[in-house]
Nanobody, 130 residues
Framework: QVQLVESGGGLVQAGGSLRLSCAAS????????MAWFRQAPGKEREFVAA????????YYADSAKGRFTISRDNAKNTVYLRMNSLKPEDTADYYC???????????????????????WGQGTQVTVSS
């Protein structure tokens, strides 16, 4: 198993930036593909971004493309989500997730569904004010 703890959330004005971190412990971090999801009040949890075990492959939801960057440091057992140009609609709880496999895709199919990830953190809250 792997345990995940998110941090870095907070209150920011529209147009601002935040960097979320997710620290992993337990089994070898570099075995896992990692992802960020978010859940706004009253809405379903949705995929934001994913990164392969090596960091060489990334994938983003349309809402995140061009504004968010996912990265990882396997030496520090940490995955990051850099969020720029934040909008009020980015307000949500952000969750880190790990997949029991190193890849984020199979051919042209990308793993973006909740059930495709095996371990979850408790979330960190991001609030973007207008």
């Amino acid at each position: 198993q792997v345990q995940l703890v998110e941090s870095g959330g907070g209150l920011v004005q529209a147009g601002g930036s935040l960097r979320l971190s997710c620290a992993a412990s337990g089994r070898t971090f570099s075995w896992y593909a990692m992802a960020w999801f978010r859940q706004a009040p009253g809405k379903e949890r949705e995929f934001v971004a994913a990164i392969s075990w090596s960091g060489t492959s990334t994938y983003y939801a349309d809402s995140a493309k061009g504004r968010f960057t996912i990265s990882r440091d396997n030496a520090k057992n940490t995955v990051y989500l850099r969020m720029n140009s934040l909008k009020p609609e980015d307000t949500a709880d952000y969750y880190c997730a790990a997949r029991n496999a190193g890849l984020i895709q199979s051919g042209s199919y990308y793993y973006t569904a909740r059930y495709e990830y095996d371990y979850w953190g408790q979330g960190t809250q991001v609030t973007v004010s207008s």
